[in-house]
């Protein structure tokens, strides 16, 4: 959905608890809740999160104005948060992370307690989406409907229980086989017919975020496949002003991507061919390796550097240009990814040129404090009155949703240049042009 024409006239203050459900209690959801919780002890910064650290210059360049994001709008507290989650394997957080493997001892021992308290409840799940993985801590409801309504009155009991008025649900489940978009998806009352039939084309993360739309729950999805990014799904969010994000949290490789792209562009250099391949030893790495899945996470990472590119405006830079991208399951490496770029330039006379990035990160370290900004926003918009599609969120995705018929934004200064103009315009700022009129004659 567009911005509305006008800002809100007011944007209600974030008082009380805030839910955070997490489909999916595995490295990402419990890197996540257990920084969450060592930040608010005072044990560690909260490094890479936007609503925490991030501030936003406003007013002219003279007025030297710039403060915290999380100064100017009101977002909920880290201590206010609180956790729920779902997942078929019955592991508490403290077990789940320690499997994980992310976070040292060091860490994990000092949050112990909270962690052991978040365990998952029983999940909407199937393993004919995510053949690699399989668990008992599953609703047998009989049809797809009830398992969704069971999930919705999971929703309303935790709240009653944490005594909280608001929630979001952020999407940190393995990555579903892909689907393409089937008539189910079309509108809401085809969907609710299908899941009444059990249409195997209805995945599970479809559920948690018709079951979250319905209670009015924010949603995002950090994952590749298409969960609440389905026309029935953003009629639902559209029509009852319900705030939705995804899809696919653009934490490594994606992220590079989509900052050295517009920087070649920028130069109008050319581009003959982009490399991507990656080693990953973690679950999410084992799931990727099943050929449905990667698929799913091929067409996220794939759709990128045509629309940062262009190649329709600039055919002779990038009309014609090799792009492959492979990940493959290397056990010995657990969550500390490893990528290689290799990238194919052109410059003046169209001599070639290379660009390598070897880039040694860490997936969960880089996608945790992306759940905790995607949360405090949504949080933020629903407060705000912003409901539907939130594309000032693309900053934070790999495949970002657009309205039909436009291409999403991939360029990472654009998307930053999108977020913080949002914030200026809510809060009724000036936008900030560069234009630099304040000082010139
Ligand atoms: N870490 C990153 O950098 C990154 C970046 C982009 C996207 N992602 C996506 O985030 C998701 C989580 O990544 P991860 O590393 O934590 O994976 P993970 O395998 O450690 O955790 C995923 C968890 O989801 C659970 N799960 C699967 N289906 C479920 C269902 N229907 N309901 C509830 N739980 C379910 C699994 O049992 C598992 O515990 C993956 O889809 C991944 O592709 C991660």
Not at 35 to 59: S, Y
Not at 194 to 203: F, H, K, L, Q, Y
Not at 207 to 218: D, I, Q, S, T
Not at 342 to 362: A, S
Request: glycine share 8%; proline share 8%; with cysteine.
């Amino acid at each position: 959905m567009p911005l509305p024409d006008t800002r809100p006239a007011r944007i209600a203050p974030a008082e009380g608890p805030l839910t955070v459900f997490l489909p999916g209690l595995g490295a990402v959801a419990t890197t996540f809740v257990a920084g969450v919780e060592l930040i608010r002890r005072g044990h560690a910064e909260p490094v890479g999160a936007l609503t925490q650290l991030a501030t936003i210059r406003l007013g002219q360049r003279g007025e030297r104005r710039s403060p915290r994001i999380r100064d100017v709008i009101p977002l909920a507290g880290l201590e206010d948060l609180r956790f729920a989650a779902w997942d078929p394997i019955p592991d508490d957080a403290a077990t789940a992370a320690r499997k994980a493997g992310v976070l040292e001892p060091r860490h994990l021992d000092e949050v112990a307690g909270a962690l052991a308290g978040l365990v998952p409840m029983p999940a909407a799940f199937d393993p004919r989406w995510v053949t690699r993985l399989d668990g008992p801590n599953v609703k047998r409801d009989a049809t797809m409907r009830d398992v969704a309504e069971a999930l919705r009155a999971d929703i309303r009991d935790t709240m009653a229980r944490h005594g909280s008025a608001r929630a979001v649900m952020i999407w940190c489940g393995s990555t579903e086989a892909f689907v393409a978009p089937t008539a189910a998806h079309q509108s809401l009352a085809a969907f609710e017919a299908a899941m009444s039939v059990n249409d195997p084309a209805i995945a599970p993360s479809m559920l948690y975020a018709w079951a979250a739309l319905m209670e009015g729950v924010p949603y995002a999805n950090g994952a590749p496949n298409l969960s609440v990014d389905i026309p029935a799904l953003e009629a639902l969010a559209e029509a009852r002003g319900v705030p939705v994000a995804g899809k696919d949290f653009k934490t490594g490789q994606t992220w590079m991507k989509t900052a050295i792209a517009p920087a070649i562009k920028a130069r109008m250099l050319g581009l003959t061919g982009w490399y991507s391949t990656n080693i990953l030893g973690n679950r999410d790495g084992e799931v990727l390796d099943d050929p449905a899945s990667f698929k799913t996470k091929e067409t996220s990472k794939l759709s990128v550097l045509h629309t940062v590119l262009q190649p329709e405006l600039y055919p002779q830079l990038y009309g014609d240009f090799a792009h492959v991208v492979r990940i493959n399951y290397y056990p010995p490496r657990g969550d500390n990814k490893e990528g290689w770029d290799n990238i194919d330039i052109t410059g003046w006379l169209g001599y070639p040129m290379q660009i390598k990035v070897n880039f040694l990160c860490r997936d969960s370290i880089l996608a945790a404090p992306i759940v905790l900004d995607l949360a405090l926003f949504l949080d933020f918009a629903a407060r705000a009155g912003l409901g539907g599609m939130q594309e000032w969120l693309s900053f934070y995705f790999k495949s970002p949703m657009a309205p039909a018929g436009l291409t999403p934004e991939h360029d990472l200064f654009i998307q930053q240049a999108k977020l913080k103009n949002t914030i200026r315009f809510l809060i009724g700022e000036e936008q900030v042009t560069h234009l630099g009129t304040e000082y010139a004659p």
